[in-house]
């Protein structure tokens, strides 16, 4: 098998009104969950764009079979809701018959942002301006970068944050506070890229270990001779939207999935994925596997947490990022992820917090917390979710594939 072959954009139009995908939701064939079925053209990126209309509705994958050998893409997913119930609601099918089918928005559906990935990269989306920062994490560090965008009177509209190893990465979406809208001033934007710069550059030593973790991931990479491809193993503990980071990580490394088997077992899950890279070649080096391995190790704990997380809810304004980061500071609790997002002039921000010594959060804590918010916004302290529908909630997984691009550069 070769690279991908070049198509002239009119003959692929055209040979998808030829061949328009087929989508079946079936509800009869299993009693226990509600199977997805997709026949269509083969193309690259195929198998992320349906996977992430299933994930964007909350759907739960619990298997998953896959082919795409050749110029045909098939595939079958067994979903439930997050109630481990079947798909019964005709919007929620008809949404997916439409989404998938030959009236959908399928093709072309993931455009990835192009930003800069040395440093701060900034490019326009929509309303708000995308910056995108990696570097060495340290105590207080997401607090001292909202202080800066206050600082400038640059309101944070929603945000992803989450840290491995020593390291942060993060993406947040501003905009000017005065027009909504994407700050576009080149001035500005090299004043806050310097900023921010700065911080990141600050001293600190990153040890570049790990502890060990009861729920690490276990992911192989072998070849197989028969068919001539690389084999990618996952067995883990099982989540919502394990499939999508897994899938994600992988396109965003450009290798292209032609089978895959998925499945859940009680708590854990076992995912087998048969890829090869953009140019037909399999993974050859050990280099090549362990970059693969441990961003794929990156993906599946990004979503995973210990601990509390915090859910604070206020009116939106510049600054309140950087105060309520500043709270969480002061109290010595570090924030090992974040989700920020805004409905209309409610800000919603959800963190997952540890105290800063590694110790468990005590009630102390919490109550101090709640006597400092409570006058300006609402708390809400919780173990964390089985499932992560409460971040998405709140804006986690919008940003998940322009996110994905971070993976590489946060482990090294």
């Not at 619990?62 to 098939?74: C, E, L, N, P, Q």
């Not at 993060?170 to 934007?189: E, F, G, I, M």
């Not at 919603?348 to 959060?361: C, E, I, L, Q, R």
Request: charged letters at 25%; aromatic letters at 6%.
């Amino acid at each position: 098998m070769g690279s991908w072959a070049y198509f002239d954009p009119e003959y692929e139009t055209l040979s998808i009104r030829i061949n328009p995908p087929q989508v079946s939701v079936d509800n009869s064939s299993c009693m226990e969950c509600t199977l997805v079925k997709v026949d269509s053209m083969n193309k690259p990126g195929i198998l992320l764009e349906v996977v992430q209309i299933l994930t964007d509705l909350d759907l739960i994958i619990t298997k998953a079979y896959i082919s795409s050998d050749g110029g045909w893409f098939m595939d079958v997913f067994h979903v439930t809701d997050q109630n481990g119930q079947k798909i019964n609601n005709s919007k929620t099918i008809e949404y997916i018959e439409k989404a998938l089918g030959p009236k959908g928005n399928m093709y072309g559906l993931l455009k990835p942002s192009p930003g800069k990935k040395v440093g701060v990269g900034l490019d326009s989306m929509g309303d708000c301006t995308a910056i995108e920062l990696i570097g060495p994490d340290r105590p207080g560090l997401l607090s001292e970068i909202s202080a800066v965008l206050a600082n400038l009177q640059i309101n944070v509209a929603a945000a992803e944050v989450w840290t491995h190893n020593g390291r942060i990465a993060c993406v947040l979406y501003v905009n000017d506070d005065t027009t909504n809208r994407a700050v576009d001033d080149a001035s500005w934007l090299a004043a806050m890229e310097e900023q921010v710069k700065n911080i990141l550059r600050g001293d600190y030593e990153v040890t570049g270990t790990e502890p060990d973790s009861p729920v690490k991931p276990n992911v192989t990479i072998e070849r197989c001779e028969e068919k001539d491809y690389s084999v990618v193993t996952v067995k883990c503990k099982d989540r919502p939207k394990l499939m999508f980071d897994i899938v994600c990580t992988l396109t965003d490394m450009q290798y292209v999935v032609f089978h895959a088997t998925i499945s859940s077992d009680g708590p854990y899950a076992s995912q087998e994925y048969f890829i090869r890279q953009m140019d037909g070649c399999t993974l050859q080096t050990e280099g090549e596997k362990e970059k693969a391995i441990k961003c794929l190790e990156a993906a599946i704990r990004r979503r995973t947490s210990e601990g509390i997380s915090l859910e604070l809810c206020a009116k939106d304004r510049v600054g309140l990022l950087s105060e309520v980061t500043r709270i969480l500071r002061e109290n010595g609790l570090s924030v090992t992820r974040a989700g920020v997002t805004t409905v209309g002039e409610q800000a919603v921000n959800v963190f997952y917090v540890s105290d800063a010594s590694g110790k468990p959060v005590d009630a102390r804590t919490i109550e101090a917390l709640r006597k400092e918010t409570g006058k300006t916004m609402r708390l809400n302290v919780k173990k964390p979710p089985m499932n992560t529908k409460a971040l998405e909630a709140s804006g986690w997984a919008k940003t998940s594939f322009f996110f994905g691009g971070l993976l590489e550069k946060l482990l090294h």
